[in-house]
């Protein structure tokens, strides 16, 4: 079946670290491949996406590159802000005509000063 | 351009009771999806409408029920609660099929139920 697989956090950085968030998914055809954000007390906020092979997401200084070889989505970022503390999902939809959403479990990432 | 709003923000119910759950679509969505997100956890589809008929499923039982108004707006209806629906419910919008949709969904905030 569908599953995405993505590091398990807590990830505790300093403001400026370099990011990285790593997300597999299973190779059940070309999946559209989303990288969403959930800041404290809030709902689910698109982050970045990509559609096909070998395309780049990004957004607000986050970038992911969708990796058919090694069916990854790696999630990155140069510099972290504060602002940037939440928890990241990394989701795969589950079929060209579906609107299902199957998600990892989330990292949390804490940015301190 | 309204996003997704959902009703109420948090609930707390007891074992066996029944709740509703209301969500209204972001202005020009056709689709709602709900999702249940358990604590700590990422979220589990339960399932999706589209004019007005459920056309997909994940694994819930069928106490967890829904329904679709022609205003696109939505319900979640769960029977017999137990303790472990305590979690976050995610209200879901997407434009229709086939208006370029790359299968983004637009979260509401979420209804937060706690079961006593």
């Known amino acids: 079946g569908n599953s995405v697989t993505q590091m398990e956090g807590p990830v505790t950085l300093s403001e400026e670290a370099f990011l990285t968030i790593n997300c597999t998914y299973t190779a059940t055809g070309y999946p559209s491949l989303f990288w969403y954000v959930q800041y404290p007390g809030e709902g689910l906020q698109l982050l970045l996406k990509a559609t096909k092979a070998d395309d780049k997401g990004s957004n607000k200084g986050f970038e992911a590159t969708y990796r058919k070889e090694t069916t990854s989505f790696h999630l990155e970022k140069g510099s972290v802000q504060v602002s940037d503390s939440a928890v990241y999902f990394c989701s795969r939809r589950s079929g060209a005509g579906s609107y299902q959403l199957t998600f990892g479990k989330g990292t949390k990432l804490s940015v301190i000063p | 351009e309204t996003g997704v709003t959902q009703s109420p923000t948090h609930l707390i119910k007891t074992r066996g009771q029944q709740v509703t759950l209301r969500c209204s679509s972001q202005s020009g969505h056709n689709t709602v999806s709900w999702y249940q997100q358990a604590l700590g956890q990422g979220p589990q589809f339960i399932f999706q409408?589209?004019?007005?008929?459920?056309?997909g499923r994940g694994n819930f039982p069928p106490r967890f029920s829904g329904l679709q108004f022609p205003n696109y707006s939505s319900e979640l209806n769960v029977n017999a609660l137990e303790l472990d629906d305590s979690a976050l419910y995610l209200c879901?919008?997407?434009?229709?099929?086939?208006?370029?949709?790359?299968?983004?969904?637009?979260f509401g905030e979420g209804s937060r139920l706690t079961v006593l």
């Open positions: 409408y589209y004019r007005e008929e459920e056309n």
């Open positions: 879901a919008s997407s434009p229709a099929p086939g208006q370029g949709n790359t299968g983004e969904l637009f």
